[in-house]
């Protein structure tokens, strides 16, 4: 779970600073996944990793073709369901759309116009994968 971490923290430095997430932070975190569940599961656990990052991903394409998330944002929480589950995934998602509410009621109270306001949805990602990983007892 380190290197999930890891992962999600250089992701969100990234997407602060260049509003992006390079495929290739993106392809080798993804690799980094793949390792992971061969090292705990076996073999057969590469496939399932996979089933479950094109399952998340099928889920939030529509989100992508609507332009309410980025492909990079996509991208993440398919490696995050290759290290966790689509299930899981799912969950980190719901909960980064609260955590990335934050930015925009701050520019709310300063009086700041919040229409058209890009949100830099990876380090929302990361809390909400740590929310639900505490949530489970991991920490």
Known sequence: ???????????????????????ILIFT??????LYQFTRHGFASIWYSFFQSGTIVLLLFPLYLCKALGAGDVKMLGVTAAFLSWRRALWVFFFSLYF????LCVRIT???RIRGCKVPLAAPI??????????????
Not at 126 to 139: C, V
Request: aromatic share 14%.
């Open 100 to 103: 990335a509410l934050l930015p």
């Open 126 to 139: 990361m809390a909400g994968a740590l929310l639900l990983l505490w949530k489970e007892g991991y920490f």
């Open 29 to 34: 975190a993804f690799i980094n996944a793949l």
């Open 1 to 23: 779970m380190v290197s999930l971490f890891i992962f999600l923290g250089l992701a969100a430095w990234e997407d602060c600073h260049t509003q992006k997430v390079s495929n």
């Open 110 to 112: 300063r009086g700041k």
